[in-house]
């Protein structure tokens, strides 16, 4: 069946952003208002397996989902409380090869420490977060030979789900980038679905769309993020 895709806003990291090249880091006052807006609004953040499902039941409109790439560290520290406050859910996307690492895939900007095997537990046992895999190491995986892509695909969903104990069903694209191979790869991995940006003709359960949220969009920034998705993104068939 085809819908217009579900909402899903796509952060990073939580905190200083005096030095942020990537632009990746809202800080907390930020995300506190953003989250505020949301709810004023009549909606709710949620964790993209939860949007997914209440869409297959023909439910969630007043649902959006959060989701936070990479796994860095200050997710706990502070985007979790900031979330609870606000009574959201969100999903976690992170790199089991790069356990208490860092962003060194970024050749700019400051390092950012990642969560270790407890912050990642702490995480997956918190109320209305998913957590899920954003690969091994964050390489791109259209560049990735075939035993390169299975180990950041197959292996990275069933190490985390050993880690947290618990099913891993979601995948995000490290980058964004994706081609018909990498998400033949991802299904056949088992998950449910995949986080992608823009990810044009393969949009999909397993190519999500999801829009860039940083620290200058403030109330009428999202407005506009929040009504052009529907008229900019293509329908996602098979998510009701």
Not at 93 to 111: I, Y
Not at 161 to 178: K, M, N, Q, W
Request: net charge neutral; with cysteine; charged share 25%.
């Amino acid at each position: 069946m085809t819908a217009a895709p579900p909402w899903v806003a796509m952060y990073h990291s939580v905190g200083d952003c005096f030095e942020d090249p990537y632009r990746i880091t809202v800080s907390p006052d930020r995300l506190d208002r953003q989250l505020s807006w949301l709810r004023r609004r009549g909606l709710r953040g949620v964790s993209v397996g939860e949007l997914l499902a209440a869409r297959a039941r023909g439910e969630g409109r007043d649902l959006v989902g959060l989701t936070f790439d990479d796994g860095y560290a200050d997710f706990v520290e502070t985007a979790l409380p900031l979330l609870h406050r606000h009574d959201c859910g969100a999903t976690l996307f992170v790199l089991p090869g790069r356990l208490s690492g860092d962003n060194a895939w970024d050749p700019l900007g400051p390092r950012k420490p990642l969560l270790g095997k407890q912050g990642i537990r702490l995480a997956a046992a918190s109320e209305g977060i998913e957590v899920g895999s954003h690969g091994l190491t964050h390489i791109d995986l259209t560049r990735a030979d075939d035993a390169v892509l299975r180990a950041e695909v197959a292996e990275s969903r069933a190490v985390l789900s050993e880690l947290i104990g618990a099913r891993v069903d979601g995948f995000c694209y490290p980058y964004g980038t994706l081609d018909r191979r990498v998400v033949d790869a991802v299904r056949d991995a088992g998950y449910a679905y995949g986080c992608a940006i823009d990810p044009g003709p393969l949009t999909g359960p397993l190519a999500l769309p999801r829009v860039h949220i940083g620290e200058h969009d403030n109330a009428v920034r999202l407005l506009l993020k929040h009504k052009l998705h529907r008229l900019r993104r293509r329908p996602v068939v098979g998510i009701r």
